[in-house]
């Protein structure tokens, strides 16, 4: 069975970070690129970042690049979203999600962690 | 960006009731344009990929289609679990997502 399971999410002061993982299960984690998807509370769902099976390549929204960094360990099966300079923008539920190839649909999601910035 | 615009952005209808949402690109995406569902508290679920494939285990009420910068989300006959928000996105060039279609009961 397919597994995703996203930690790391939690209350965060304005300037500040967070680390959140993404545990994986159940599929050959290794050859599937890995995205980052968010949603403000109540609003809808937004792409944040992704990054292709082997890691050498990433992309970012503009909204969050050059604060937010995604990175995998393939031995781990787990994928990370380094989130520096967090605003109170970046309040959302964080979702992972995989994708096959560049242009597939996003096919598994986890259940997404709640992050918050806030003073 | 390509920017994704659904409408409308609510719809109330009835049990057995057939209803069709849409989704416009702002540029031609081919056929990379895929449908998911979202209910209160759960992750979004993927119902149809590449505008009209429909997805394993996905009931067969549910149809797409569409290509280029018009597409269109069919139930043919609502149950009361489909009544949930939809959203579409693009593939084509990026990830955009759609504002949703919020499907209530009336």
């Known amino acids: 069975e397919v597994q995703l399971v996203e930690s790391g999410g939690g209350l965060a002061r304005p300037g500040g970070s967070l680390r959140l993982s993404c545990a994986t299960s159940?599929?050959?984690?290794?050859?599937?690129?890995m995205h980052w998807v968010r949603q403000a509370p109540g609003k809808g769902l937004v792409w944040v970042s992704r990054i292709i099976s082997d890691g050498t390549s990433t992309s970012y929204a503009d909204s969050v690049k050059g604060r937010f960094t995604i990175s995998r360990d393939n031995a781990k099966n787990t994928l990370y979203l380094q989130m520096n300079s967090l605003t109170v923008e970046d309040t959302a539920i964080y979702y992972c999600?995989?994708?096959?190839?560049?242009?597939?649909?996003?096919?598994?999601w986890g259940q997404g962690t709640l992050v918050t910035v806030s003073s | 960006d390509i920017q994704m615009t659904q409408s409308p952005s609510s719809l109330s209808a009835f049990v057995g009731d057939r209803v069709t949402m849409t989704c416009r690109a702002r540029?031609?995406?081919?056929?990379?344009l895929n449908w998911y569902q979202q209910k209160p508290g759960k992750a979004p679920k993927l119902l149809i990929s590449g505008a009209s494939s429909l997805e394993s285990g996905v009931p067969s009420r549910f149809s797409g289609s569409g290509s280029g910068t018009d597409f269109t989300l069919t139930i043919s006959s609502l149950q009361p679990e489909d009544f949930a928000t939809y959203y579409c996105?693009?593939?084509?060039?990026?990830?955009?997502f759609g504002q949703g279609t919020k499907l209530e009961i009336k």
């Open positions: 996105q693009q593939s084509y060039s990026g990830y955009t």
């Open positions: 540029q031609s995406i081919s056929t990379y």
């Open positions: 999600a995989r994708t096959w190839e560049p242009r597939d649909a996003f096919d598994f």
């Open positions: 159940g599929f050959s984690f290794s050859i599937y690129w």
